[in-house]
């Protein structure tokens, strides 16, 4: 029986210091390994074409090109790697900018070693790393700076949201509360496989990366 392939990341932070606690934590743990790194944004998408990472971890806070705008670069590129922007709770606008260009998830800069690991599995196989408790309470901080920007923003969701049939809409909705695939059945009287199979035709309809990017979608229309 032949091992499954090793999960490659890149790891992009402007603090050494920060690179190499991330190298010795993630390249001592089975199955990952570590085949690049980067100190600004803005040398990311040379290392995706180098090296091929499955996982980019990401930071948000460098000088030249920030972990922003090199997220939303790098997943418009025809099939991406996943990226897990490293953050604080602070800077809550920047994880919401960065979980609608398609990031997977996010992980504090605090988080303890193993669950950083566990994320970075996690991702590789397909899995966002935000729990709906942390996708209630980041919808619950969304700041748009406007009224008029809210409008504008709530009209072009509620565009993109047309073409769901009425039970996906249904189900998208209870994603936007931020209920998991159990509460959701629960509620809307379906089996959780049914679920994750609406789930999956939402995303494909609506051209999103994962459940968070409904729930943002859905919150931005106004439909929760």
Do not use: C
């Not at 490659?8 to 606690?21: E, W």
């Not at 996943?82 to 953050?87: A, C, G, N, R």
């Not at 969701?157 to 209920?179: H, K, S």
Request: hydrophobic share 45%; charged share 25%.
């Amino acid at each position: 029986m032949t091992e499954p392939a090793a999960v490659r990341v890149l790891l992009v932070d402007d603090d050494p210091l920060v690179r190499a606690g991330l190298r010795l934590m993630l390249g001592g743990a089975s199955g990952l390994d570590i085949v690049a790194e980067a100190s600004d944004g803005g040398e990311v998408a040379a290392l995706v074409d180098a090296h091929a990472p499955d996982v980019v971890l990401m930071d948000i806070r460098m000088p030249t090109v920030d972990g922003l705008a090199a997220t939303e670069l790098l997943r418009a590129r025809p099939r991406p790697p996943e990226v897990i922007v490293l953050t604080t709770f602070h800077t809550d606008e920047h994880v919401l900018r960065a979980l609608r260009a398609g990031a997977a998830g996010f992980v504090l800069k605090h988080t303890p070693p193993a669950q950083i690991v566990e994320a970075v599995r996690k991702v590789a196989a397909g899995e966002p790393v935000l729990s709906p408790a942390v996708t209630r309470q980041l919808i619950d901080r969304v700041s748009d700076g406007g009224d008029g920007g809210r409008r504008e923003r709530a009209a072009r969701a509620r565009d993109r949201l047309a073409p769901l049939a009425e039970r996906e809409r249904e189900v998208a909705r209870a994603v936007g509360r931020g209920e998991s695939n159990a509460e959701i059945a629960a509620g809307l009287y379906m089996s959780v496989p049914t679920v994750k199979t609406h789930v999956s035709r939402i995303l494909t309809k609506l051209g999103l990366n994962n459940r968070v990017q409904i729930a943002l979608l859905v919150n931005d229309a106004g439909e929760v």
